[in-house]
Protein backbone atom coordinates (compact mmCIF):
# COMPACT_ATOMS: atom_id res chain seq x y z
CA UNK A 1 0.00 0.00 0.00
CA UNK A 2 1.34 3.49 -0.59
CA UNK A 3 2.40 5.38 2.24
CA UNK A 4 -0.30 7.74 2.78
CA UNK A 5 0.85 11.77 4.52
CA UNK A 6 -2.09 12.78 6.21
CA UNK A 7 -2.73 15.66 8.58
CA UNK A 8 -5.57 16.99 11.03
CA UNK A 9 -4.82 20.76 10.77
CA UNK A 10 -7.39 22.28 13.67
CA UNK A 11 -7.98 25.80 14.48
CA UNK A 12 -7.19 27.06 17.96
CA UNK A 13 -10.65 27.75 19.00
CA UNK A 14 -10.82 26.61 22.52
CA UNK A 15 -13.68 23.76 21.94
CA UNK A 16 -13.10 20.39 20.83
CA UNK A 17 -16.11 19.38 18.99
CA UNK A 18 -16.46 15.63 18.27
CA UNK A 19 -16.66 16.09 14.86
CA UNK A 20 -13.03 17.49 14.86
CA UNK A 21 -11.72 14.07 16.90
CA UNK A 22 -13.27 12.34 14.08
CA UNK A 23 -11.22 14.05 12.01
CA UNK A 24 -8.30 13.27 13.57
CA UNK A 25 -8.68 9.33 14.03
CA UNK A 26 -9.14 8.53 9.94
CA UNK A 27 -6.16 10.31 8.92
CA UNK A 28 -3.79 8.86 11.78
CA UNK A 29 -4.99 5.38 11.27
CA UNK A 30 -4.70 5.64 7.36
CA UNK A 31 -1.09 6.83 8.11
CA UNK A 32 -0.28 4.35 10.50
CA UNK A 33 -1.49 1.35 8.76
CA UNK A 34 0.23 1.97 5.66
CA UNK A 35 3.51 3.01 7.46
CA UNK A 36 3.23 6.71 6.26
CA UNK A 37 3.17 10.01 8.39
CA UNK A 38 0.73 11.86 10.54
CA UNK A 39 0.78 15.66 10.73
CA UNK A 40 -0.52 18.02 13.39
CA UNK A 41 -0.73 21.30 12.04
CA UNK A 42 -2.20 24.18 13.68
CA UNK A 43 -4.25 26.46 10.97
CA UNK A 44 -3.90 29.69 13.33
CA UNK A 45 -4.70 32.53 10.65
CA UNK A 46 -8.03 33.77 12.06
CA UNK A 47 -6.69 35.98 14.86
CA UNK A 48 -10.38 36.90 15.31
CA UNK A 49 -11.36 32.82 16.40
CA UNK A 50 -8.17 32.30 17.98
CA UNK A 51 -8.24 31.23 22.23
CA UNK A 52 -5.11 31.40 24.10
CA UNK A 53 -4.41 27.37 25.16
CA UNK A 54 -6.61 26.12 22.80
CA UNK A 55 -3.44 24.29 21.13
CA UNK A 56 -2.59 23.23 24.43
CA UNK A 57 -6.02 21.35 25.11
CA UNK A 58 -5.53 19.83 21.29
CA UNK A 59 -2.20 17.98 22.05
CA UNK A 60 -3.41 17.19 25.52
CA UNK A 61 -6.61 15.61 23.83
CA UNK A 62 -4.62 13.87 20.83
CA UNK A 63 -1.91 12.82 23.27
CA UNK A 64 -5.15 11.87 25.65
CA UNK A 65 -6.72 9.46 22.51
CA UNK A 66 -3.69 8.17 21.72
CA UNK A 67 -2.83 9.76 18.34
CA UNK A 68 0.64 10.69 18.52
CA UNK A 69 1.71 12.50 15.60
CA UNK A 70 4.95 11.90 13.45
CA UNK A 71 5.51 15.76 12.84
CA UNK A 72 4.24 19.03 14.17
CA UNK A 73 4.22 21.05 17.13
CA UNK A 74 6.68 20.35 20.01
CA UNK A 75 8.40 17.78 18.11
CA UNK A 76 9.14 19.26 14.38
CA UNK A 77 9.74 17.65 11.54
CA UNK A 78 11.10 17.96 7.66
CA UNK A 79 8.12 20.25 7.70
CA UNK A 80 8.75 22.82 10.01
CA UNK A 81 6.80 25.39 11.25
CA UNK A 82 3.48 23.72 11.76
CA UNK A 83 1.93 26.70 13.12
CA UNK A 84 0.25 28.18 10.00
CA UNK A 85 1.68 32.19 10.78
CA UNK A 86 4.84 31.08 10.79
CA UNK A 87 4.70 29.81 7.70
CA UNK A 88 3.39 33.55 6.10
CA UNK A 89 6.21 33.98 3.85
CA UNK A 90 5.42 30.95 2.14
CA UNK A 91 2.04 31.82 1.45
CA UNK A 92 3.01 35.02 -0.27
CA UNK A 93 5.45 33.92 -2.44
CA UNK A 94 2.83 31.61 -3.53
CA UNK A 95 0.36 34.12 -3.58
CA UNK A 96 3.06 36.80 -5.59
CA UNK A 97 3.86 33.97 -8.09
CA UNK A 98 0.51 34.07 -9.14
CA UNK A 99 0.21 37.68 -9.57
CA UNK A 100 2.95 37.23 -12.19
CA UNK A 101 1.35 34.75 -13.81
CA UNK A 102 -1.82 36.89 -14.22
CA UNK A 103 -3.95 34.48 -11.90
CA UNK A 104 -4.10 36.86 -9.25
CA UNK A 105 -4.06 40.29 -8.09
CA UNK A 106 -4.20 42.98 -5.34
CA UNK A 107 -7.35 44.42 -4.21
CA UNK A 108 -7.63 47.45 -2.76
CA UNK A 109 -11.31 48.15 -2.48
CA UNK A 110 -12.36 49.25 0.76
CA UNK A 111 -15.26 47.25 2.82
CA UNK A 112 -17.68 49.95 2.44
CA UNK A 113 -17.68 49.59 -1.11
CA UNK A 114 -17.43 45.60 -1.29
CA UNK A 115 -20.50 45.74 1.17
CA UNK A 116 -22.46 48.21 -1.33
CA UNK A 117 -21.52 45.20 -4.04
CA UNK A 118 -23.19 42.65 -2.20
CA UNK A 119 -25.89 44.44 -0.97
CA UNK A 120 -26.88 45.41 -4.49
CA UNK A 121 -26.22 42.40 -6.20
CA UNK A 122 -29.16 41.26 -3.07
CA UNK A 123 -31.58 43.76 -4.17
CA UNK A 124 -31.46 42.56 -7.88
CA UNK A 125 -31.94 39.05 -6.95
CA UNK A 126 -28.54 37.54 -8.63
CA UNK A 127 -26.01 35.92 -7.21
CA UNK A 128 -23.40 37.98 -5.36
CA UNK A 129 -20.09 37.25 -6.80
CA UNK A 130 -16.83 39.23 -6.48
CA UNK A 131 -15.74 38.37 -10.28
CA UNK A 132 -18.00 40.96 -11.82
CA UNK A 133 -16.93 43.33 -8.88
CA UNK A 134 -13.20 43.07 -10.13
CA UNK A 135 -11.54 46.63 -9.93
CA UNK A 136 -10.42 47.59 -13.29
CA UNK A 137 -6.94 49.19 -12.32
CA UNK A 138 -4.66 46.79 -10.55
CA UNK A 139 -2.15 48.31 -8.18
CA UNK A 140 1.72 46.96 -6.71
CA UNK A 141 1.19 44.34 -3.70
CA UNK A 142 1.70 45.68 0.11
CA UNK A 143 1.32 44.63 3.11
CA UNK A 144 -2.34 45.82 4.43
CA UNK A 145 -3.46 45.21 0.77
CA UNK A 146 -5.66 41.62 0.11
CA UNK A 147 -4.41 39.66 -3.05
CA UNK A 148 -7.75 37.90 -4.68
CA UNK A 149 -7.45 35.00 -7.05
CA UNK A 150 -8.71 35.65 -10.85
CA UNK A 151 -10.43 32.87 -11.20
CA UNK A 152 -11.64 31.98 -14.99
CA UNK A 153 -15.25 30.28 -14.36
CA UNK A 154 -15.42 26.48 -15.79
CA UNK A 155 -16.34 23.48 -14.88
CA UNK A 156 -14.83 20.63 -12.50
CA UNK A 157 -14.95 16.90 -12.14
CA UNK A 158 -13.05 15.51 -9.89
CA UNK A 159 -13.07 12.38 -7.12
CA UNK A 160 -14.15 12.17 -3.88
CA UNK A 161 -13.18 8.59 -1.61
CA UNK A 162 -16.03 8.57 0.35
CA UNK A 163 -18.38 10.60 -1.61
CA UNK A 164 -17.60 9.82 -5.13
CA UNK A 165 -17.37 10.87 -8.58
CA UNK A 166 -18.33 14.87 -8.22
CA UNK A 167 -18.85 17.70 -10.67
CA UNK A 168 -19.01 21.82 -10.53
CA UNK A 169 -20.43 23.95 -12.90
CA UNK A 170 -18.92 27.58 -13.20
CA UNK A 171 -21.43 29.48 -11.07
CA UNK A 172 -19.61 28.59 -7.96
CA UNK A 173 -16.14 29.81 -8.80
CA UNK A 174 -15.15 33.40 -7.56
CA UNK A 175 -12.16 35.48 -6.78
CA UNK A 176 -11.78 34.59 -3.60
CA UNK A 177 -9.24 35.94 -1.41
CA UNK A 178 -5.99 34.02 -0.83
CA UNK A 179 -3.82 37.06 1.60
CA UNK A 180 -5.77 38.95 3.96
CA UNK A 181 -5.66 42.54 4.83
CA UNK A 182 -3.36 41.71 7.83
CA UNK A 183 -0.93 39.95 5.68
CA UNK A 184 -1.99 36.08 6.82
CA UNK A 185 -3.49 33.83 4.06
CA UNK A 186 -7.28 32.60 4.55
CA UNK A 187 -7.91 28.90 5.12
CA UNK A 188 -8.68 28.22 1.48
CA UNK A 189 -5.13 29.39 0.70
CA UNK A 190 -3.10 27.83 3.17
CA UNK A 191 -3.81 24.72 3.02
CA UNK A 192 -3.17 24.18 -0.25
CA UNK A 193 0.14 25.56 -0.10
CA UNK A 194 1.12 23.69 3.04
CA UNK A 195 -0.38 20.15 1.99
CA UNK A 196 1.65 20.52 -1.12
CA UNK A 197 4.77 21.41 0.70
CA UNK A 198 4.26 18.82 3.41
CA UNK A 199 3.56 16.63 1.08
CA UNK A 200 0.22 15.37 1.98
CA UNK A 201 -1.32 12.79 0.19
CA UNK A 202 -5.11 12.43 1.46
CA UNK A 203 -6.82 15.44 2.86
CA UNK A 204 -9.29 14.16 5.06
CA UNK A 205 -11.91 16.88 6.39
CA UNK A 206 -15.50 16.95 7.06
CA UNK A 207 -17.92 17.47 3.86
CA UNK A 208 -18.56 21.58 5.30
CA UNK A 209 -15.66 21.75 2.93
CA UNK A 210 -17.00 20.22 -0.27
CA UNK A 211 -18.81 23.16 -1.78
CA UNK A 212 -15.72 25.24 -2.17
CA UNK A 213 -13.70 22.27 -3.95
CA UNK A 214 -14.22 24.13 -7.32
CA UNK A 215 -12.12 26.92 -5.99
CA UNK A 216 -9.75 24.96 -4.86
CA UNK A 217 -9.39 22.61 -7.63
CA UNK A 218 -9.20 26.18 -9.52
CA UNK A 219 -6.50 26.98 -7.52
CA UNK A 220 -3.86 23.20 -7.65
CA UNK A 221 -4.83 24.08 -11.79
CA UNK A 222 -3.25 27.99 -11.56
CA UNK A 223 -0.85 26.69 -9.09
CA UNK A 224 0.23 24.09 -11.45
CA UNK A 225 0.41 21.27 -8.62
CA UNK A 226 -0.81 17.74 -8.65
CA UNK A 227 -4.19 17.35 -6.70
CA UNK A 228 -4.00 15.27 -3.05
CA UNK A 229 -6.78 12.54 -2.42
CA UNK A 230 -10.17 13.60 -1.02
CA UNK A 231 -11.89 12.14 1.41
CA UNK A 232 -14.36 14.42 2.95
CA UNK A 233 -16.21 12.51 5.91
CA UNK A 234 -19.90 13.04 6.37
CA UNK A 235 -21.48 15.51 9.22
CA UNK A 236 -22.00 13.98 12.36
CA UNK A 237 -25.64 14.85 13.08
CA UNK A 238 -27.85 15.80 16.20
CA UNK A 239 -29.27 12.84 18.03
CA UNK A 240 -33.08 14.02 17.08
CA UNK A 241 -32.62 14.35 13.29
CA UNK A 242 -31.39 15.79 9.98
CA UNK A 243 -29.51 18.53 11.12
CA UNK A 244 -25.37 19.25 11.59
CA UNK A 245 -25.14 18.69 15.62
CA UNK A 246 -23.79 21.81 16.97
CA UNK A 247 -23.46 22.75 21.17
CA UNK A 248 -26.88 23.48 20.96
CA UNK A 249 -27.97 20.15 20.43
CA UNK A 250 -26.37 19.25 24.14
CA UNK A 251 -23.17 17.68 22.70
CA UNK A 252 -20.45 17.85 24.64
CA UNK A 253 -16.86 19.03 24.15
CA UNK A 254 -14.54 15.96 24.00
CA UNK A 255 -12.93 17.31 26.72
CA UNK A 256 -16.31 17.70 28.75
CA UNK A 257 -16.68 13.99 28.22
CA UNK A 258 -12.87 13.43 29.44
CA UNK A 259 -14.24 15.14 33.04
CA UNK A 260 -16.96 12.72 32.93
CA UNK A 261 -14.49 10.33 32.76
CA UNK A 262 -15.39 8.58 29.51
CA UNK A 263 -12.67 6.75 28.70
CA UNK A 264 -9.42 7.31 25.76
CA UNK A 265 -10.54 3.86 24.26
CA UNK A 266 -13.44 4.08 24.72
CA UNK A 267 -13.96 7.80 23.10
CA UNK A 268 -11.89 6.59 20.41
CA UNK A 269 -13.81 3.20 19.82
CA UNK A 270 -17.02 5.57 19.14
CA UNK A 271 -15.82 8.21 17.54
CA UNK A 272 -14.14 6.03 14.57
CA UNK A 273 -17.36 3.91 14.51
CA UNK A 274 -19.20 7.28 13.92
CA UNK A 275 -19.73 7.03 10.04
CA UNK A 276 -17.97 4.08 9.60
CA UNK A 277 -18.07 -0.21 9.82
CA UNK A 278 -16.14 -2.99 8.84
CA UNK A 279 -18.73 -4.45 7.75
CA UNK A 280 -19.49 -7.23 10.58
CA UNK A 281 -21.47 -6.49 14.27
CA UNK A 282 -18.09 -5.91 15.77
CA UNK A 283 -18.90 -2.84 18.01
CA UNK A 284 -16.03 -2.51 20.40
CA UNK A 285 -12.57 -2.24 18.99
CA UNK A 286 -9.40 -1.70 20.31
CA UNK A 287 -6.89 0.75 18.56
CA UNK A 288 -4.80 -2.26 17.33
CA UNK A 289 -8.18 -3.85 15.77
CA UNK A 290 -9.32 -0.34 13.99
CA UNK A 291 -4.93 -0.44 12.60
CA UNK A 292 -6.22 -4.00 11.30
CA UNK A 293 -9.54 -3.38 10.24
CA UNK A 294 -9.92 0.84 8.85
CA UNK A 295 -10.08 1.31 5.11
CA UNK A 296 -11.51 4.69 3.59
CA UNK A 297 -13.83 2.64 1.46
CA UNK A 298 -16.28 1.64 4.36
CA UNK A 299 -16.59 5.29 5.54
CA UNK A 300 -20.29 6.07 4.86
CA UNK A 301 -21.28 9.03 2.80
CA UNK A 302 -24.24 9.43 4.71
CA UNK A 303 -24.45 11.04 7.93
CA UNK A 304 -23.99 9.91 11.41
CA UNK A 305 -26.08 10.32 14.02
CA UNK A 306 -24.31 10.93 17.71
CA UNK A 307 -25.41 9.08 20.17
CA UNK A 308 -24.69 10.06 23.75
CA UNK A 309 -26.30 6.69 25.27
CA UNK A 310 -24.23 4.38 23.03
CA UNK A 311 -21.16 6.34 23.61
CA UNK A 312 -21.67 5.76 27.48
CA UNK A 313 -22.49 1.85 26.54
CA UNK A 314 -19.33 1.61 24.43
CA UNK A 315 -17.42 3.56 27.96
CA UNK A 316 -18.99 0.80 30.12
CA UNK A 317 -17.91 -1.87 28.04
CA UNK A 318 -14.26 -0.59 27.75
CA UNK A 319 -14.83 -0.24 31.93
CA UNK A 320 -15.56 -3.97 31.78
CA UNK A 321 -13.23 -4.81 28.79
CA UNK A 322 -10.33 -3.17 31.06
CA UNK A 323 -11.70 -4.93 34.20
CA UNK A 324 -11.93 -8.44 32.87
CA UNK A 325 -8.74 -8.61 30.43
CA UNK A 326 -6.21 -6.63 32.24
CA UNK A 327 -7.01 -7.09 35.94
CA UNK A 328 -8.97 -4.23 38.44
CA UNK A 329 -5.60 -2.70 39.20
CA UNK A 330 -5.47 -1.69 35.74
CA UNK A 331 -8.84 -0.16 35.77
CA UNK A 332 -7.62 1.36 38.99
CA UNK A 333 -4.70 2.99 37.85
CA UNK A 334 -6.42 4.47 35.21
CA UNK A 335 -9.27 6.33 37.10
CA UNK A 336 -8.01 10.09 38.42
CA UNK A 337 -9.04 10.84 41.69
CA UNK A 338 -11.22 13.08 40.97
CA UNK A 339 -13.86 10.47 40.08
CA UNK A 340 -13.87 9.41 43.89
CA UNK A 341 -16.26 10.82 46.56
CA UNK A 342 -13.99 12.80 48.17
CA UNK A 343 -14.36 10.86 51.52
CA UNK A 344 -12.46 7.86 49.74
CA UNK A 345 -9.43 9.80 50.18
CA UNK A 346 -9.51 8.68 53.78
CA UNK A 347 -9.16 4.91 52.98
CA UNK A 348 -6.71 2.97 51.65
CA UNK A 349 -5.66 1.93 48.03
CA UNK A 350 -6.55 -1.36 48.70
CA UNK A 351 -9.97 -0.76 50.08
CA UNK A 352 -10.99 1.96 47.25
CA UNK A 353 -9.76 -1.19 44.92
CA UNK A 354 -12.08 -3.74 46.61
CA UNK A 355 -15.18 -1.56 46.45
CA UNK A 356 -14.50 -0.54 42.46
CA UNK A 357 -13.69 -4.89 42.06
CA UNK A 358 -17.49 -5.14 43.00
CA UNK A 359 -19.25 -1.86 41.47
CA UNK A 360 -17.32 -1.77 38.33
CA UNK A 361 -19.82 -3.47 35.94
CA UNK A 362 -22.44 -0.64 36.84
CA UNK A 363 -20.50 2.05 35.79
CA UNK A 364 -21.44 4.07 32.59
CA UNK A 365 -18.87 7.32 33.64
CA UNK A 366 -15.93 6.99 35.80
CA UNK A 367 -17.64 9.42 37.37
CA UNK A 368 -20.75 7.52 38.30
CA UNK A 369 -18.35 6.20 41.75
CA UNK A 370 -19.07 9.57 43.13
CA UNK A 371 -22.51 8.60 43.30
CA UNK A 372 -22.48 4.99 43.42
CA UNK A 373 -20.06 4.44 45.97
CA UNK A 374 -20.00 7.15 48.89
CA UNK A 375 -22.02 4.85 51.17
CA UNK A 376 -18.54 2.62 51.08
CA UNK A 377 -16.71 5.76 52.55
CA UNK A 378 -19.43 8.00 54.58
CA UNK A 379 -22.23 7.40 56.55
CA UNK A 380 -25.15 7.50 54.56
CA UNK A 381 -27.92 9.94 54.96
CA UNK A 382 -31.25 8.26 56.75
CA UNK A 383 -33.86 8.65 53.98
CA UNK A 384 -37.62 6.97 55.62
CA UNK A 385 -38.51 7.10 52.51
CA UNK A 386 -36.13 5.16 50.29
CA UNK A 387 -38.72 2.16 52.72
CA UNK A 388 -41.89 3.87 52.87
CA UNK A 389 -42.07 4.19 48.99
CA UNK A 390 -40.38 1.16 48.40
CA UNK A 391 -42.74 -1.69 46.49
CA UNK A 392 -41.86 -4.72 48.48
CA UNK A 393 -41.51 -2.63 51.97
CA UNK A 394 -44.49 -0.51 51.83
CA UNK A 395 -46.82 -2.80 53.53
CA UNK A 396 -44.92 -3.76 56.33
CA UNK A 397 -45.22 -1.47 59.67
CA UNK A 398 -42.72 0.13 61.32
CA UNK A 399 -42.35 -2.40 64.14
CA UNK A 400 -42.15 -5.28 61.51
CA UNK A 401 -39.45 -3.64 60.14
CA UNK A 402 -37.39 -3.03 63.20
CA UNK A 403 -38.05 -6.70 64.05
CA UNK A 404 -36.52 -7.76 60.93
CA UNK A 405 -33.34 -5.96 61.34
CA UNK A 406 -32.64 -6.91 64.49
CA UNK A 407 -33.09 -10.56 63.60
CA UNK A 408 -30.58 -10.26 60.84
CA UNK A 409 -28.29 -7.88 63.00
CA UNK A 410 -28.55 -10.43 65.91
CA UNK A 411 -27.73 -13.62 63.79
CA UNK A 412 -24.60 -11.20 61.42
CA UNK A 413 -23.09 -10.35 64.83
CA UNK A 414 -22.47 -13.75 65.42
CA UNK A 415 -20.58 -14.73 62.15
CA UNK A 416 -17.06 -15.19 62.70
CA UNK A 417 -16.52 -15.39 58.81
CA UNK A 418 -17.29 -12.15 57.20
CA UNK A 419 -16.27 -13.46 53.85
CA UNK A 420 -19.50 -12.87 50.81
CA UNK A 421 -19.76 -16.93 50.46
CA UNK A 422 -20.55 -17.29 54.09
CA UNK A 423 -22.79 -14.66 54.26
CA UNK A 424 -24.54 -15.81 50.84
CA UNK A 425 -25.23 -19.11 52.98
CA UNK A 426 -26.51 -16.73 56.09
CA UNK A 427 -28.64 -14.50 54.27
CA UNK A 428 -30.63 -17.62 52.38
CA UNK A 429 -30.84 -18.90 55.94
CA UNK A 430 -32.52 -15.48 57.42
CA UNK A 431 -34.73 -15.87 54.49
CA UNK A 432 -36.13 -19.55 55.73
CA UNK A 433 -35.83 -18.12 59.19
CA UNK A 434 -37.94 -14.80 58.70
CA UNK A 435 -40.58 -16.47 55.99
CA UNK A 436 -39.91 -13.41 53.76
CA UNK A 437 -39.20 -13.09 50.25
CA UNK A 438 -35.87 -12.18 49.14
CA UNK A 439 -37.10 -9.05 47.20
CA UNK A 440 -38.45 -7.90 50.75
CA UNK A 441 -35.79 -9.18 53.18
CA UNK A 442 -32.41 -8.26 50.89
CA UNK A 443 -34.27 -4.71 49.87
CA UNK A 444 -34.38 -3.96 53.58
CA UNK A 445 -31.12 -4.79 54.32
CA UNK A 446 -29.66 -3.06 51.01
CA UNK A 447 -31.21 0.18 52.01
CA UNK A 448 -30.52 0.05 55.72
CA UNK A 449 -26.75 -0.06 55.18
CA UNK A 450 -26.33 2.31 51.69
CA UNK A 451 -29.52 4.34 51.28
CA UNK A 452 -28.32 4.45 47.81
CA UNK A 453 -30.75 3.42 44.24
CA UNK A 454 -28.71 0.77 43.95
CA UNK A 455 -25.61 -1.34 45.05
CA UNK A 456 -23.49 -4.17 44.28
CA UNK A 457 -24.31 -7.88 45.59
CA UNK A 458 -25.81 -8.16 48.56
CA UNK A 459 -23.16 -10.45 50.41
CA UNK A 460 -20.42 -8.74 48.27
CA UNK A 461 -21.45 -5.22 49.78
CA UNK A 462 -22.15 -7.03 53.27
CA UNK A 463 -18.06 -7.89 52.81
CA UNK A 464 -16.62 -5.05 51.65
CA UNK A 465 -18.21 -2.62 54.05
CA UNK A 466 -17.41 -4.88 57.06
CA UNK A 467 -19.20 -6.22 60.23
CA UNK A 468 -18.65 -3.20 62.54
CA UNK A 469 -20.49 -0.52 59.96
CA UNK A 470 -22.79 -3.29 58.75
CA UNK A 471 -24.40 -3.48 62.26
CA UNK A 472 -23.78 -0.01 63.57
CA UNK A 473 -26.22 0.68 60.24
CA UNK A 474 -28.59 -2.12 60.97
CA UNK A 475 -29.27 -1.24 64.37
CA UNK A 476 -29.50 3.14 63.27
CA UNK A 477 -33.05 2.78 62.21
N1 LIG B 1 -8.69 24.30 10.11
C1 LIG B 1 -9.79 23.61 9.53
C2 LIG B 1 -10.81 23.32 10.61
O1 LIG B 1 -10.48 23.36 11.78
C3 LIG B 1 -9.30 22.29 9.00
C4 LIG B 1 -9.92 21.76 7.80
C5 LIG B 1 -8.95 20.80 7.13
O2 LIG B 1 -8.71 19.74 7.71
O3 LIG B 1 -8.41 21.11 6.07
O4 LIG B 1 -11.96 23.05 10.30
Redesign the pocket.
Known amino acids: MEKAITRF ?3 PTGYIHIG ?1 VR ?1 AIYPYLLAKQTGGTFILRI ?1 DTDRARFVEGATDLIKETLLWLGLNWDEGPDIGGPHAPYFQTERKESYIAWAKKLIEKGLAYADPTPSEKIDEYRKADTAKKIPYLYRNHRPEETVEWQEGIPIRFKTTPKSYEWTDEVMGDMKSGPEVLDDIILIKKDGLPT ?1 NFA ?1 IIDDLEMGVTH ?1 I ?2 QE ?1 LSSMPNYLALYEALEIPRPKFVSLPHILAPQGNKKLSKRDGAKSVTDYKSDGVLPEAMLNYLACLGWNDGTEQEIYTMEELLEKFSLERIQNSGARFDETKLLWVNGMWIRKIHDEEGNDTLYAKIAPEFWPESANNYPEDYRKKVLNIIYDRLKLLSDLKTYTNYFFEEPVVDREMITKNKFLKKMSEDEIKGLLNTVSTRLSGEEDWSADNLQNVLNELLEETGKKPAELFSLIRIAISFAPFSPALPLTLETLGKDRVLARLNML
Open positions: APSNSEYHVRGY
